[in-house]
């Protein structure tokens, strides 16, 4: 099971890595027709979702800076951001360290319960398979957005 977990969030995640590879500053920044943000605004919303599940809440050991939350929740849009946003770059460096960091996560860790349920997940496991799903439905927003924009 422990193989499955790693296993279905690593190819969920190289899935949405392939879709926001080799994409110039303005597909990254257009916001298409009838979405509701950016490229580049999902690119920071799936990593910080990603680590606010999987690092903050079970263990508060967030690795981003705090403004990341108001730059890329729920909620929260390009329209909105000051001029210091952080770089697509920076945003893909700190994805694949995340990668590594999930896949570091201790074997035992996988079945202890949570706290609290979060969205459905009762242990630290069933949240990396939220965390793969999120980062998934992602994967289908941004290449919908790469059609339109090329249309």
Known sequence: MT???YSQFETTHNGFM?????????TLDTQPEGFNNTIHW???HVLTISESLLFSFPDNT???PKHYH???SNGTKPADWPEDVPSVDELKEQLADQLERI???????LSEKLPQAVLGAQTYGELITVAAFHEGN???RVNAMKKVLKK
Not at 18 to 26: H, N, R, V
Not at 103 to 109: G, V
């Open 138 to 140: 992602h994967a289908g």
């Open 62 to 64: 967030d690795h981003l």
């Open 18 to 26: 392939g879709e926001i590879k080799d994409l110039d500053e303005a």
């Open 42 to 44: 999902h690119i920071g």
């Open 3 to 5: 193989e499955l977990i």
């Open 103 to 109: 896949k570091q996560i201790p074997e035992e860790k």
């Open 70 to 72: 108001d730059l890329f």
